[in-house]
């Protein structure tokens, strides 16, 4: 078991590596809407909605499960991180049920995949012949579909319904290449430099902490020393 002293590093480095990735979320964001300011169908209208939920007959593109209330929630087939570089555009924004988006995450965060090219391709490719025993997502799919005929077709199928789907957006498969080609280098800087000037913030407010007389810091009114904390 940890001691306290590691378990508050561990939990200062996971907090500075979520700002780091949010910052890249809202970089990614920021150039969705630059990008797709002047395409004809907007990410965000109802009609861009109706035409995903028509598409897949208001079904999970992954499990085919009928998507109804809190259980749907947007999906973004690349993510919006560093390593999928996925951006908040129509062809990439999709409707999918709760579960999978979240066991989708684990395909998501890896640097280099080796099943496929995206990180939706790569869940869909969990059919559970190109993994060892342990893998947790050939396992999901086991859970979905039990019967490893029926398992490999439905995986099939919807990995090709859905690049039909990506490749009726030509503005988005044009300029993908492209960005694939540069972002991932960009945004791992942006998460780098992110969580260096964190690490040298922390570093200078300790200091001046530090130098605060013997009694320690005051804490009162949301202050810290002379620190004043703005909510």
């Known amino acids: 078991m940890r001691d306290a002293t590691s378990q508050l590093r561990s939990a200062t480095r996971r907090a500075k590596s979520d700002v780091a990735n949010k910052l890249v979320s809202m970089f990614l964001h920021e150039l969705s809407r630059k990008i797709a300011d002047k395409w004809k169908l907007r990410v965000d209208s109802e009609e861009y909605e109706q035409l995903v939920r028509r598409e897949f007959d208001n079904r999970c593109p992954y499990c085919l499960c009928v998507l109804v209330g809190p259980d749907s929630v947007i999906e973004h087939l690349d993510g919006m991180n560093r390593y ?72 099939s199928d919807n990995m090709e319904k859905i690049r039909s789907f990506r490749s009726g957006f030509p503005e988005f498969e044009q300029a993908l290449p492209s960005l694939m080609e540069v972002l991932p280098t960009l945004l791992t800087k942006l998460y780098s430099d992110c969580q260096t000037f964190a690490e040298g913030e922390i570093k200078s407010l300790l200091e001046r902490i530090d130098q605060t007389p013997s009694a320690g810091p005051r804490v009162e009114s949301g202050r810290v020393g002379n620190a004043q904390f703005v909510g």
Do not use: I, Q
């Open 84 to 155: 999928r570089v996925g951006l908040h555009v129509p062809g990439n924004v999709l409707v999918a049920c709760r579960k999978c988006n979240c066991e989708k995450r684990r395909d998501d965060s890896l640097k280099a995949l080796t099943l496929a090219a995206f990180g939706w391709a790569s869940f869909l490719s969990h059919d559970g012949s190109r993994c060892g025993s342990s893998c947790p997502t050939c396992r999901y799919w086991m859970g979905v579909w039990e019967n490893e005929a029926e398992r490999k077709k439905r995986l």
